[in-house]
């Protein structure tokens, strides 16, 4: 199916409202889409659909029909792969592919694997992301590229808190305030919780606003990661500030399980699904904020 640059438009002038439900709407697919296959991770997936519906609903410059390339328009790359559920159910959504190709998820043959790859083709990836770690340093590499291009779009990357403990995260920070790659917009999923438990007893990350500006980065912060419109402004915000020397860090306070109540304020809905009982205990949550499915 080919959609063209007037539908992607059609997307973009979706009201505030329309993209609440949207938000709603990509929930119920997550949770579907991993109790389908009794696999996946719907915690931080939940966590993060604001952030995913603002960014290709509101603030990201892009086209369609997908093209791997990109000039001319913004990209994004996940870091912490793991959250695909959110992100197919996005790239569908917004019409990167048909809808029904989410009942695929984690499937044998499916281009919707639970990490997403590249070699199957499935619009709106470019890059691999199951290994943790590597997203903000594959993100500087397109920045620069468009930089050496003449391209003056945006690269936007989501990267989980738990990952930053591993020590390449640390690496592309330096190199990015080094280098004044001021093209890109890094968002952290500040949501304080990983597979073994709260990232503050796995691994502490401090202060880490005040690292972050050490490495010589802008740091702009949200406390509200799962309010849309909080989550439109900062992305906005952030936008204003590239351009002037240095690349923008967000750290964005969410929710792991955001709209489901028993998988909130826990780290034990990070890789497990729900079973039957729970999914209609979910889906009859959900049906309360946006009654109808489409």
């Excluded at 604001?50 to 990201?60: K, S």
């Excluded at 048909?98 to 694997?113: D, G, H, I, M």
């Excluded at 406390?223 to 240095?246: F, H, M």
């Excluded at 780290?267 to 959900?286: C, R, V």
Aim: hydrophobic residues 40%; charged residues 20%.
């Amino acid at each position: 199916m080919v959609f063209s640059q007037e539908s992607k438009s059609n997307i973009m002038s979706k009201s505030i409202e329309e993209l609440k439900s949207l938000s709603t709407q990509i929930r119920r697919d997550i949770l579907r889409m991993v109790h389908a296959v009794n696999s996946g991770h719907p915690g931080g997936s939940l966590g993060c659909t604001e952030y995913f519906v603002a960014l290709y609903g509101e603030v990201m410059n892009y086209k369609l029909p997908f093209t791997m390339e990109g000039k001319n328009e913004d990209l994004f790359f996940l870091s912490n792969g793991h959250i695909s559920p959110v992100f197919y159910s996005t790239l569908a959504r917004f019409d990167f592919f048909p809808v029904a190709e989410l009942a695929t998820f984690r499937k044998l043959n499916s281009r919707l694997q639970g990490h997403p790859t590249t070699h199957e083709g499935l619009p709106g990836i470019r890059v691999a992301s199951g290994s943790l770690g590597q997203g903000l340093s594959v993100a500087l590499g397109a920045a620069q590229g468009k930089k050496l291009a003449g391209d003056n779009s945006l690269v936007y990357t989501l990267q989980g808190d738990g990952e930053l403990q591993e020590g390449q995260n640390w690496e592309a920070f330096m190199y990015a305030a080094a280098k004044k790659v001021d093209n890109i917009i890094t968002t952290i999923d500040y949501n304080g919780r990983q597979i073994d438990g709260d990232t503050v007893d796995v691994l502490s990350l401090g202060d880490l606003r005040g690292k972050l500006e050490a490495f010589g980065w802008l740091v702009l912060e949200e406390k509200n990661g799962n309010d849309l419109e909080a989550v439109i402004g900062i992305l906005n915000r952030a936008k204003a500030e590239t351009g002037n020397g240095k690349p923008v860090a967000i750290l964005l306070h969410t929710e792991m399980g955001s709209g489901v109540d028993y998988m909130v304020g826990s780290h034990a809905w990070h890789g497990k699904a729900p079973n039957d009982e729970q999914l209609e205990s979910a889906i009859k949550q959900l049906y309360l904020e946006a009654p109808a499915d489409y």
